[in-house]
């Protein structure tokens, strides 16, 4: 059974840095592509950050970049986004998901991790 | 960026009648590989989301045959053939032809 937990969440000051991290299992972790998509409170969807199986290959979304950096340590099965120069509008609920091979998509979520970023 | 616009927003339906969303890109969707990868994703109230299908048409394991995607190039549908309880929650349609991937804004599915 394929099962993603995130945690990492939490309050913190504008300005500050966060680390989340995904822990996955039930399938090969190295082989997938992973995603974090986040969601503010009472909004839609918001893509992120994405990462290639092997690591090599990262892509981010113009509201992230410079700022957050999506990473992978394939022994430990875990997925990361360290979140740096944190703004209130980065306050969401962060998704990981893991990419469906060959169908431009992610077919399993996790519960999500929730961050606060204010003062 | 490839701009998702969904339509209706919210969609009141009764229950076993047919629901239909409609998902429009800025751009065409099909990418060099002759793929067009546009997905739709079903949000429960309190949960995360689910596929529900991928590259229009197919449906991912275990989504019940009520659900069914059309379309090409710009302009996409996601049908329910008859709504069930279980279905209210937020439809999304999403993109994965060019990062940065997007999402439409999503569509409210409720019960009469």
């Known amino acids: 059974e394929v099962q993603l937990l995130e945690s990492g969440g939490g309050l913190v000051q504008p300005g500050g840095s966060l680390r989340l991290s995904c822990a996955a299992s039930g399938f090969t972790f190295s082989n997938s592509a992973m995603t974090w998509v986040r969601q503010a409170p009472g909004k839609g969807l918001e893509w992120v950050s994405a990462l290639s199986g092997s690591g090599g290959s990262t892509y981010y979304a113009d509201s992230v970049k410079g700022r957050f950096t999506i990473s992978r340590d394939n022994s430990n099965n875990t997925l990361y986004l360290q979140m740096n120069s944190l703004r209130a509008e980065d306050t969401a609920v962060y998704y990981c998901a893991k990419g469906y091979y060959g169908s431009g998509t992610y077919d399993y979520w996790g519960l999500g991790t929730l961050v606060t970023v204010s003062s | 960026d490839i701009v998702m616009t969904q339509t209706p927003l919210s969609s009141p339906v009764t229950l076993g009648q047919p629901a239909s969303i409609s998902c429009r890109s800025s751009q065409s969707l099909v990418h060099s590989d002759g793929n067009t990868y546009l997905t739709w994703l079903q949000q429960r109230p309190g949960q995360p989301p689910r596929l529900l299908i991928y590259?229009?048409?197919d449906r991912f394991s275990g989504v019940p045959d009520r659900f069914s995607g059309s379309g090409a190039g710009t302009h996409f549908t996601l049908k329910i053939s008859r709504v069930e309880a279980e279905d209210v929650g937020v439809y999304y349609c999403?993109?994965?032809?060019?990062?940065?991937?997007?999402f439409g804004q999503g569509t409210k599915l409720e019960i009469k």
């Open positions: 999403m993109q994965g032809t060019q990062f940065p991937y997007t």
């Open positions: 590259k229009i048409s």
